[in-house]
């Protein structure tokens, strides 16, 4: 049974072949690459002075153009809120003369209303009241004995019995 059942293995992995001894690295010269991108040396004076005004004042004038922009925002802002502020007292105007002219038309009705009152109240014949009557304290007890005997007559009369 061993014989039937054959592993198969791997073929084993290449190895690096060892590192030389330092003996056989100094007989070698290194060799020196040169770097892909060479630099140009800047040229000195006048040549290198001249981009950095330029950028400068641009930088100078885009800072300026920013203030100037913000400040041109708040300008506006400013004119449209006075525009607005403007409007609303303009509409309070005439909010107030409307509500002046109501009051006064009211004013005028109840004035009116009064004198129609007063006229009403002066034909009102106050007599037939009995006003008077109704003020005196003694008069009002007697016509309020009356009417107690009279509730009792016609209870009386009914046949009413109290429960107690």
């Known amino acids: 049974m061993a014989e039937a059942k054959?592993?198969?293995?791997?073929?084993?992995?290449?190895?690096k072949p060892a590192a030389k001894s330092k003996s056989a690295a100094k007989s070698k010269p290194v060799v020196k690459r040169k770097p892909i991108?060479?630099?140009k040396p800047a040229a000195?004076?006048?040549a290198r002075k001249k981009p950095a005004p330029d950028f400068v004042?641009?930088?100078?004038?885009a800072g300026r153009?920013?203030?100037l922009a913000s400040l041109g925002i708040y300008g506006k802002a400013y004119d449209q809120a006075q525009e607005q502020f403007g409007s609303l007292q303009k509409?309070?105007?005439?909010?107030?003369?409307?509500?002046?002219?109501?009051?006064?038309?009211?004013v005028t009705r109840g004035v009116k209303l009064e004198k129609v009152a007063k006229v009403a109240i002066d034909d009102?014949?106050?007599?037939?009241?009995?006003?008077?009557k109704l003020a005196d304290?003694?008069?009002?007890?007697?016509?309020?004995?009356?009417?107690?005997?009279?509730?009792?007559?016609?209870?009386?009369s009914v046949r009413f019995k109290s429960a107690a």
């Open 137 to 156: 304290g003694k008069a009002l007890q007697t016509r309020l004995k009356k009417a107690k005997a009279r509730f009792e007559e016609l209870k009386g």
């Open 57 to 61: 004042s641009s930088a100078q004038e």
């Open 44 to 46: 000195k004076g006048a």
């Open 65 to 67: 153009n920013v203030f």
């Open 91 to 106: 509409e309070l105007k005439e909010r107030r003369k409307k509500a002046d002219k109501v009051y006064m038309e009211l």
């Open 6 to 15: 054959k592993v198969a293995r791997k073929p084993a992995a290449k190895r």
């Open 124 to 132: 009102i014949d106050l007599p037939k009241l009995e006003l008077e």
């Open 37 to 39: 991108v060479t630099k």
